[in-house]
C-alpha cells in the first residue's frame, strides 16, 4: 500500500464534478488552482470551479420549509426510516459528486430493503453498444492521443465539457460533426453540420465509400473481427442517395471525410449527443464498426474514445440493491419515502410533468445535497452535505486514464458527509459500524492501479487498450449486424422541429447557472425575448427565445440544466443501456399571444 500513501499530496485533491477532466486541484485553505503537474489540469480550471467555493450552498436542514438543526433532522430521519420500515422505499443517487465513496450510504440504504435505480440519464445507450461490439468500454489513452493525425470531434463539444482537451487537438486536423455549428467546427478542416439523429446513416454512408474503395484494412478484419460480411450486408441495404438523405450530408462530403481519415491515425471523440434516442447503441456500435474496419484498435493515436466505463476492473467496494427500478421512468408515486443524493430529478429526468405528478405523491422525500434547486424545494426534509474538500475520497475519470484522490482539506461548519451519514443509520438501525474511510478509497485503488510515469492510472491503460484483443468471448470484435427502428418513420417527413440539448459552460447540468432560454434559427421569424409555447407529444412549456444563427433550420436547443427543457421530452428508455432518450421527439412552436 506504500504506493497510494506516496500519491496522496496533502495539498491537492481533485475536482469531484461530473466531467471528462477530472482535474487535480491545489488548495490553499482560501482558493482553488488547477494544479501545473498534472497532465490534464495543466495549471487551470474551467469557469465553473474558478467559482465553485462562491456558489450559495444550503448551510440548515430543513423540515416541512422550517429550519432545523442537524441533530433534529438526523431524528426526523430516522422516525421516518422507522415509519416506513416495511414500505416501498427509493434511492437514487445523481451525480453530483463522482467520488466513489458517495456510494457508500448504499451500505445502509440497500441493507435497509430501498430499492435502488438502474440504467442512466446520460450515456448509458452508447456504452451498451460499446460493450456488444467491444465487451468492455475503455477509452484511447492521453498518451496515445497526442500521437494522432486525425480527430473526429462527433456529438461532443470539448470546447465546453472537456476544455483541458482543447491542447491537445492543436496541429492535428480537425473534423467535427455536429448538427449545431460549434466553435471548434469554425475552425475545423471538415464540419458535417448532420441532421439530428443521422450519425448511423453517416456510418453507413461513410462504410459504403471506404468498402466500395477498398480501403478496409483487411488484416485486422481477418484477424481480430467477427461478423464483417453481415456489417457489409447491412449497410448495402440502403443506397448512397438515401443515406444520404437521413444523414443530411452530402456524397461529396462524406467522400471527403474518407479522403481526410483514410490511412492515417484517427481518433473518434465522441459525445452523448449521437445517442439521446432509443437507438443510441446502435450508434456507438456503427462508429465502432467503421473505426474497426479501418483498423483503428488497439494502435497508436487511433480508435474512438467516448464516455469510458471508468469503473472497469476495480473492485466494487459497496453492496448492492436487491431490487431496482429503471432511472429515466421512475414512477416516485409507487413509493413511500424516496431519498435523492446529489441529484435534481425535477429538473434532469425526462417527462417531469409525470415526474412532479409523482413526486407529489410519494409520501416522504429527502434531498441530500449541497444546492437548492428544484428538487430540494419540494423535499420534506433537507440535509446538506458537505463539499468535496471536507471529506475522504476518490476517483477515476471517464475521460483520461488517471485515478485522482480526494483527501480531506478542511473542516465543515455545516452538513454532514454521506459517510457520516451512514454510519449515523448503521449504528442507529443495525448497531454496525463502517471502515474508517481510507480503508475503502485503498480497496478501490489496490484492485486495479498501477503507477506509470509517476502517476496513478488503471491497469487497463498500461498498454493501449485492445491492443492484445478485446474483451469479448472470442477476444474479437463484433460488428453491428442488425438494425430495427420504429421511430424512423416519424422523422421521414419535414414536419415539425427537433430539439437538441448541449451543456453550458457556467453550469453543470442542472447545478450552478441555469440558462433558460430557447435557441431557434433566424429562418422562423421570431426575435429576441419573444415568448413561444413549444409542443412536444409529451407535454409543453413556455420560454423565452434568442436567435441562434448556428443552428441549421429544422432544430432548436436549450441548454442541459433548463428547467422547462424535460417537460417536452419523452420518458422511455433506449432499446439497450435503459437510457434516456432526450432527444427522440419533434416538437412544435407557436407564438404566445
Ligand atoms: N461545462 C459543462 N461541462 C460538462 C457538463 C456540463 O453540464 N457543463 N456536463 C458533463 C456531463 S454530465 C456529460 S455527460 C458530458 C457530456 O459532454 P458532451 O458529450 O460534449 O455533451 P453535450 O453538450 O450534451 O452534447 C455534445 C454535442 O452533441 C451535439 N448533438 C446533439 N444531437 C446530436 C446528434 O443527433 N448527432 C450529433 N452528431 N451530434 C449531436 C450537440 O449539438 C453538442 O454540440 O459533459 C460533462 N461536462
Ligand atoms: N433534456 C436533457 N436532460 C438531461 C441531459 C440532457 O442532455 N438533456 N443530460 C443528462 C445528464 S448527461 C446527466 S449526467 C444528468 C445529471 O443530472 P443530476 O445527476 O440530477 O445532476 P445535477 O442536476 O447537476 O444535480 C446534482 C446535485 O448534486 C448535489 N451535489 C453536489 N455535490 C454533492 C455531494 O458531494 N454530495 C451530495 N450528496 N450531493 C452533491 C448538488 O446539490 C446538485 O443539486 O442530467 C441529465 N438530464
Ligand atoms: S474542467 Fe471539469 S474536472 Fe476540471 S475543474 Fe472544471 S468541472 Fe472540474
Ligand atoms: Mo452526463
Redesign the pocket.
Known amino acids: 500500500m506504500e504506493f497510494i500513501n506516496k500519491k496522496i499530496n496533502p495539498d491537492k485533491t481533485t475536482c469531484p464534478l461530473?466531467?471528462?477532466d477530472g482535474c487535480e486541484i491545489e488548495f490553499d485553505g482560501q482558493d482553488l488552482k488547477g494544479s501545473k503537474t498534472h497532465p490534464v489540469t495543466r495549471g487551470y480550471l474551467?469557469?465553473?470551479m474558478d467559482k465553485f467555493l462562491k456558489y450559495q450552498r444550503i448551510k440548515t436542514p430543513r423540515y416541512k420549509g422550517e429550519e432545523v438543526s442537524l441533530e433534529e433532522a438526523l431524528d426526523i430521519l430516522s422516525a421516518k426510516l422507522k415509519e416506513f420500515k416495511d414500505g416501498n422505499n427509493l434511492f437514487l443517487k445523481g451525480?453530483g459528486n463522482l467520488g466513489k465513496l458517495q456510494s457508500i450510504t448504499k451500505e445502509f440504504f440497500a441493507r435497509f430493503g430501498f430499492v435502488g435505480t438502474k440504467g442512466s440519464l446520460?450515456?448509458g445507450s452508447g456504452d451498451a453498444g460499446i460493450k456488444e461490439g467491444r465487451g468492455a468500454n475503455l477509452l484511447v489513452p492521453l498518451y496515445e492521443v497526442k500521437n494522432s493525425e486525425v480527430v473526429v470531434i462527433?456529438?461532443?463539444?470539448?470546447e465546453?465539457?472537456?476544455t483541458h482537451l482543447s491542447p491537445l487537438l492543436k496541429d492535428k486536423k480537425i473534423i467535427v460533426?455536429?448538427?449545431?455549428r460549434?466553435n471548434l467546427s469554425k475552425k475545423a478542416d471538415l464540419f458535417l453540420q448532420?441532421k439530428?439523429?443521422?450519425?448511423l446513416f453517416l456510418v453507413f454512408l461513410l462504410a459504403r465509400i471506404i468498402y466500395m474503395q477498398q480501403l478496409e484494412d483487411e488484416d485486422f478484419i481477418e484477424n481480430r473481427c467477427e461478423g464483417f460480411e453481415d456489417f457489409i450486408e447491412l449497410i448495402e441495404e440502403y443506397h448512397l442517395k438515401q443515406l444520404s438523405k437521413l444523414c443530411g450530408i452530402d456524397i461529396d462530403k462524406a467522400w471527403e471525410m474518407v479522403d481526410l481519415i483514410s490511412d492515417k491515425k484517427t481518433l473518434f471523440l465522441v459525445?452523448?449527443?449521437?445517442q439521446?434516442?432509443i437507438t443510441g447503441h446502435y450508434v456507438l456500435r456503427a462508429i465502432d464498426s467503421l473505426a474497426t474496419m479501418l483498423g483503428l484498435f488497439g494502435k497508436s493515436g487511433s480508435g474512438v474514445s467516448f464516455?469510458s466505463d471508468s469503473s472497469y476492473g476495480f473492485k466494487k467496494l459497496f453492496k448492492d440493491f436487491q431490487k431496482r427500478v429503471t432511472l429515466p421512468n421512475i414512477d416516485f408515486s409507487k413509493f413511500d419515502m424516496v431519498f435523492i443524493q446529489g441529484a435534481n430529478p425535477l429538473v434532469s429526468m425526462p417527462s417531469t410533468k409525470k415526474v412532479k405528478e409523482g413526486w407529489d405523491k410519494a409520501k416522504f422525500r429527502v434531498y441530500f445535497g449541497l444546492y437548492e434547486n428544484e428538487s430540494a424545494k419540494e423535499a420534506d426534509l433537507i440535509l446538506p452535505v458537505v463539499d468535496f474538500l471536507s471529506k475522504e475520497d476518490v476517483r477515476a475519470s471517464y475521460g483520461h486514464e488517471f485515478i485522482g484522490f480526494m483527501p480531506k482539506l478542511r473542516d465543515s461548519k455545516s452538513g454532514i458527509s454521506e459517510y457520516e451519514l451512514t454510519n449515523f443509520l448503521l449504528k442507529k438501525f443495525f448497531d454496525d459500524k463502517l471502515k474508517d474511510e481510507k480503508e475503502y478509497i485503498k480497496e478501490f485503488v489496490s484492485s486495479n492501479s498501477i503507477e506509470k510515469d509517476g502517476l496513478l492510472i488503471s491497469k487497463n491503460y498500461r498498454d493501449t487498450p485492445y491492443k492484445n484483443g478485446f474483451f469479448t468471448e472470442s477476444k474479437k470484435f463484433i460488428f453491428l449486424d442488425e438494425y430495427d427502428d420504429d421511430f424512423l418513420e416519424d422523422y421521414e417527413d419535414d414536419e415539425g422541429y427537433y430539439l437538441?440539448?448541449?451543456?453550458?459552460?457556467?453550469?453543470?447540468?442542472s447545478s450552478f447557472f441555469s440558462d433558460e432560454y430557447l435557441y431557434i434559427p433566424p429562418i422562423l421569424g421570431f426575435s429576441d425575448d419573444e415568448e413561444v409555447r413549444v409542443i412536444s407529444d409529451y407535454g409543453e412549456a413556455i420560454f423565452k427565445i434568442k436567435i441562434d444563427k448556428n443552428l441549421r433550420n429544422d432544430t432548436l436547443?436549450t441548454k442541459?440544466?433548463n428547467p422547462k427543457q424535460n417537460y417536452l421530452t419523452p420518458n422511455f428508455c433506449s432499446i439497450e443501456g435503459d437510457n434516456a432518450s432526450f432527444?427522440e421527439l419533434k416538437v412544435r412552436i407557436e407564438k404566445v399571444l
Not at 177 to 180: C, F, K, L
Not at 500 to 509: M, Y
Open positions: 461530473d466531467c471528462y474551467c469557469y465553473k451525480s446520460c450515456d462527433w456529438g461532443r463539444n470539448p465546453v465539457t472537456n460533426i455536429d448538427p449545431y460549434t448532420i439530428p439523429r443521422g450519425d459525445g452523448i449527443g449521437v439521446k434516442y464516455l437538441l440539448t448541449r451543456k453550458d459552460k457556467k453550469s453543470l447540468n436547443l442541459t440544466g432527444q
